[in-house]
């Protein structure tokens, strides 16, 4: 469980389930979600009872409480999320207030309705803007246009389902030296979407494809500077429009970040304050690294 920002100082307890489902059939470079899921369809049973072995536990009541479904993939792709579990799921997830799943821009559409109309909590939809630069985003194998993405935002909205956004910091075969500017004008076209939340999330190289672009000068690692920069500079812009929107960066795997080991500490703390406080704090200054 984590205490996830609503706005300036106040959090909601979240609980994220890393569901095991069959792996998402869009293979984007920059993605390695892939690796905790299999290629084989979801057994019908098997989410249901995922989210039961998660919740069973619980002693606290979660009424005020938002539930992650992550499936590492889409939640309207009936081979990960069979149909059938849906009613289950929806009761397994009655006591919470939110309920977060993810899905394609493509695939935010009417089947999307059905679920919703079986909810009692309010639905919230992440989906993976990536980059506002249509060119960059061409090159990621995601099959997404920005136009798929506002259409999405548009029929979310249009439908009361909240809108949450993932926006990531330094793509393959985009200008390194970009990558903070390039994050900060996803996150506002995110906003400007009507996201409510948006997090920045430092590209990981994790994966066989990611290595061959490194090698090939095709991608360079972001670094904790630049997100910690990139996380600065967004809330700086956002919270000066007015729109409410909450901008993270996503702090998994932080410790793996390309970082200079002087600062890296206080990056990541003040990383972390400026999550849960949702305010623009000043960067972090080194004199190792010279920032
Ligand atoms: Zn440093």
């Not at 869009?26 to 690796?35: G, I, N, R």
């Not at 909590?121 to 993976?128: C, F, K, R, T, Y």
């Not at 812009?237 to 206080?266: F, K, L, N, Y």
Request: charged share 20%.
């Amino acid at each position: 469980m984590e205490h996830e920002a609503i706005g300036e100082n106040r959090t909601r307890p979240t609980l994220t389930l890393l569901l095991t489902a069959r792996r998402c059939p869009v293979e984007c470079v920059f993605c390695d979600l892939w690796k905790h899921n299999h290629p084989g369809a979801t057994p019908v049973g098997s989410i249901p009872h995922q989210i039961r072995g998660a919740t069973a536990s619980l002693t606290s009541p979660v009424g005020t409480w938002a539930i992650k479904l992550y499936n590492g993939g889409n939640f309207t792709d009936p081979l990960s999320i069979p149909p059938a579990d849906w009613p289950e799921i929806a009761e397994l997830c009655k006591p919470f207030e939110r309920v977060i799943v993810e899905n394609h821009a493509t695939m935010c559409g009417e089947r999307l309705l059905r679920f919703r109309d079986l909810l009692s909590p309010q639905l919230e939809v992440a989906v993976g803007l990536e980059t506002s630069n249509p060119d960059v985003l061409a090159r990621q194998q995601k099959q997404m246009t920005l136009d798929d993405f506002a259409g999405a935002a548009e029929f979310l909205q249009r439908n009361e389902i909240a809108l949450r956004c993932f926006v990531m910091l330094q793509l393959p075969h985009a200008n390194p030296k970009k990558c903070v500017d390039d994050a900060v004008q996803a996150v506002i076209h995110a906003a400007q979407a009507g996201a409510q939340f948006v997090a920045i999330i430092p590209t990981r190289s994790d994966t066989p494809a990611m290595q061959k672009l490194i090698a090939t000068g095709e991608f360079v690692s972001p670094t904790l500077m630049q997100l910690e920069t990139a996380l600065h500079d967004s809330l700086s812009q956002i919270r000066t429009d007015d729109s409410g929107c909450v901008v993270t960066a996503d702090t998994w795997d932080i410790e793996m970040v390309r970082h200079c080991p002087t600062c890296q500490d206080a990056r990541i703390k003040n990383i972390q304050a400026m999550n849960s406080r949702q305010q623009s704090l000043p960067v972090s200054r080194c004199d190792r690294c010279g920032s």
